[in-house]
């Protein structure tokens, strides 16, 4: 049960803690951006636009990895439309609703995955938007994020950019235990 201040006109819970903001989901991306950055696969998909890259022997940097969050990693949903061959995540949040803990909100995180066509094909038929989806769920699904959780798997569905742009929405249920 929440208890009510009127110097501030706000609730706060009997042990004074107040309710997570909207603000924190937002820093929620950085943790998970920083997840998905982690994964060599998922960099090589992202950044090698040969239809070997996830088993390229190519070792990347790690300044083309710190590169890669804002470039190909991104939480601001924009592509420049003078893109070349780029493959892009973009997170985003929203489905928010109140939790039955009042100190959080359950909400849905989705990740865009955004390929240029022509980079979908890979060696193994497997096409690259599936295989960049299966790393960002290694990373994701049943896992905790800032004491939330667990992450669950919701949906994939399709996404076309335009022409030369698709690949899938991959959407993930948070809540708080």
């Not at 609730?11 to 997570?20: A, D």
């Not at 991306?29 to 998922?42: G, P, Q, T």
């Not at 991104?74 to 109140?98: C, H, L, W």
């Amino acid at each position: 049960m929440s208890l009510y201040n009127e110097e501030t006109g706000k609730t706060k819970n009997r042990q004074g803690r107040t309710k997570k903001s909207f603000e924190s989901v937002g820093q929620n991306f950085h943790i998970i951006a920083r997840r998905l950055m982690k994964s060599e696969r998922l960099m090589k998909l992202l950044l090698i636009n040969e239809s070997n890259a996830d088993s390229s022997t190519r070792t990347l940097t790690p300044q083309e990895i710190a590169k890669a969050f804002n470039d190909n990693i991104r939480t601001i949903p924009i592509i420049d439309k003078d893109t070349e061959m780029k493959n892009y995540i973009i997170i985003q949040s929203g489905g928010f609703v109140a939790s039955k803990n009042e100190m959080y909100m359950d909400y849905l995180i989705m990740f865009d995955i955004v390929c240029n066509v022509r980079s979908w094909e890979m060696d193994d038929y497997t096409p690259r938007p599936y295989k960049i989806m299966q790393e960002i769920d290694n990373a994701m699904n049943q896992t905790k994020i800032d004491s939330l959780g667990p992450v669950q798997f919701y949906s994939a569905t399709n996404l076309v950019i335009n022409e030369e742009m698709a690949g899938f929405t991959l959407t993930y249920a948070v809540t708080s235990e």
